[in-house]
């Protein structure tokens, strides 16, 4: 079983719509939680951070369930921009990096 | 953006060669990784290192050495180069900051192509 394990998608939706991602992680003592987009070709950057009460950017909407050990990205009024892949990434408290596979989502007009 | 680079950023390289791609970091994060990434597929973990001299094995790391020396460099070989290498790989850090937790970045990657 992987560290960190996503959706496996793709997610093809129509603009305008709300669209959900998962992640679950398999170290308990993980300690930082973040979301990557990564466009064709190119490399990751970090979409955001994922707080434990969970925290709002805009259209984009993050959340962390200690307990079950999953974070979650929300998209709002999906745009045909949003089309990429979305990475999650959980940290030890070491500072240690690990990546999903990532989710591939196209908004289609 | 973080001062990560990479080179070369592409390359195309014979069978049999040997090839040194170079990941050099000037943020003093602890971490460092190399990925491969192919068309259709998520990021895959070569190697990494925790430290000077320190290195780990990722998930595909056979035809693949590193090397870490300094805190700011972290250098992958392909001792014998085959055309299943040809790939994206990518350079990342991670473990900086002062809680030593920040996010990761990445190097804007490599193309290399084996022939």
């Known amino acids: 079983r992987k560290e960190v394990e996503q959706d496996p998608g793709p997610f093809n939706v129509p603009e305008g719509a709300t669209v959900a991602f998962n992640c679950t992680y398999s170290?308990?003592?993980?300690?930082?939680f973040f979301w990557y987009r990564q466009d064709c070709r190119k490399e990751p950057k970090l979409l955001m951070s994922?707080?434990?009460s969970g925290n709002e950017d805009g259209r984009f909407t993050a959340q962390l369930n200690r307990a079950s050990q999953y974070i979650s990205l929300l998209i709002r009024d999906s745009k045909l921009s949003d089309s990429a892949t979305y990475l999650c990434?959980?940290?030890?408290?070491?500072?240690?990096?690990?990546f999903g596979d990532g989710t591939t989502l196209t908004v289609k007009p | 953006d973080a001062g990560i680079t990479q080179s070369p950023r592409h390359k195309v390289t014979e069978t049999g060669t040997p090839v040194t791609l170079r990941c050099h970091q000037t943020e003093n994060h602890r971490y460092m990784y190399w990925y491969r990434q192919d068309p259709g597929h998520g990021l895959r973990l070569i190697h990494y290192s925790y430290g000077v001299k320190d290195t780990d094995k990722g998930e595909v790391s056979d035809g693949y050495s590193v090397s870490r020396s300094k805190t700011e460099d972290f250098l992958l070989t392909l001792e014998s180069a085959t055309s299943s290498q040809t790939s994206v790989y990518f350079c990342?850090?991670?473990?900086?900051?002062?809680?030593?937790?920040?996010?990761?970045?990445f190097g804007q990657g490599t193309r290399l192509t084996v022939v």
């Open positions: 994922v707080y434990s």
């Open positions: 990342a850090i991670s473990g900086g900051g002062p809680t030593m937790n920040t996010e990761a970045f």
């Open positions: 170290n308990s003592a993980s300690q930082s």
């Open positions: 990434v959980v940290n030890t408290n070491a500072g240690k990096s690990t």
